[in-house]
């Protein structure tokens, strides 16, 4: 185990291995078990922020990309769950759920008959912006442990990795 660096659970998990099956190479398991736990905690201190706005973290997720998307604040079911990545049964019960807290509307397209589009309504419209400020300022916070050039780094590290996930498999 090194030590020029902290331990953490992970290390644990890793001295274990190495006792266990020291001729076995699991170091992929660091990199691999330092982004879950990463992944675990950033939700849980996320998440905090959002609840006190009364929103989840789906909630906020699903406000937030209508906001962005601009003025009106509107996108079809298929464009949101592609870029939520979550199934289209999902999207459905969730846009029933925001429906019923009047975040979201439903209206008809003016290009297809057939289909519908999703809007913030103006109290969504007016939840975001709030919960939005707070949780930039929260995940500026939890980054503000990290010095700049380890950020610049960490983001360039994880932007070539996130790349190398997103391609299609052959």
Same mark, same amino acid.
């Given at each position: 185990m090194p030590t020029d660096k902290p331990a953490d659970a992970v290390d644990c998990i890793l001295a274990q291995w190495a006792r266990e099956r020291p001729d076995l190479d699991v170091s992929p398991m660091? *990199?691999?078990g330092r982004l879950s736990r990463c992944a675990a905690l950033l939700s849980q201190r996320l998440d905090s922020v959002f609840a006190e706005y009364g929103l989840s973290g789906w909630e906020f997720d699903v406000l937030a990309t209508l906001r962005r998307a601009g003025a #009106?604040?509107? &996108?079809? #079911? %298929?464009? @949101?769950?592609?870029?939520? /990545? *979550? %199934?289209?049964? %999902? /999207? %459905?019960? !969730? @846009?029933?759920? @925001?429906?019923?807290?009047?975040w979201i509307e439903r209206q008809a397209s003016s290009l297809d008959a057939r289909s519908t589009l999703v809007r913030?309504?103006?109290?969504?419209f007016a939840l975001v912006? !709030? +919960? &939005?400020? +707070?949780?930039?300022?929260?995940e500026r916070a939890i980054l503000s442990a990290l010095p700049a050039r380890s950020l610049d780094a960490l983001e360039k590290r994880l932007a070539e990795l996130l790349a190398a996930l997103e391609k299609p498999s052959t």
């Amino acid at each position: 185990m090194p030590t020029d660096k902290p331990a953490d659970a992970v290390d644990c998990i890793l001295a274990q291995w190495a006792r266990e099956r020291p001729d076995l190479d699991v170091s992929p398991m660091g *990199v691999i078990g330092r982004l879950s736990r990463c992944a675990a905690l950033l939700s849980q201190r996320l998440d905090s922020v959002f609840a006190e706005y009364g929103l989840s973290g789906w909630e906020f997720d699903v406000l937030a990309t209508l906001r962005r998307a601009g003025a #009106p604040y509107c &996108l079809a #079911p %298929t464009e @949101l769950f592609s870029s939520l /990545m *979550v %199934t289209s049964g %999902t /999207m %459905t019960h !969730r @846009l029933k759920v @925001l429906e019923g807290k009047g975040w979201i509307e439903r209206q008809a397209s003016s290009l297809d008959a057939r289909s519908t589009l999703v809007r913030l309504s103006g109290e969504g419209f007016a939840l975001v912006e !709030r +919960a &939005l400020e +707070a949780h930039v300022a929260n995940e500026r916070a939890i980054l503000s442990a990290l010095p700049a050039r380890s950020l610049d780094a960490l983001e360039k590290r994880l932007a070539e990795l996130l790349a190398a996930l997103e391609k299609p498999s052959t």
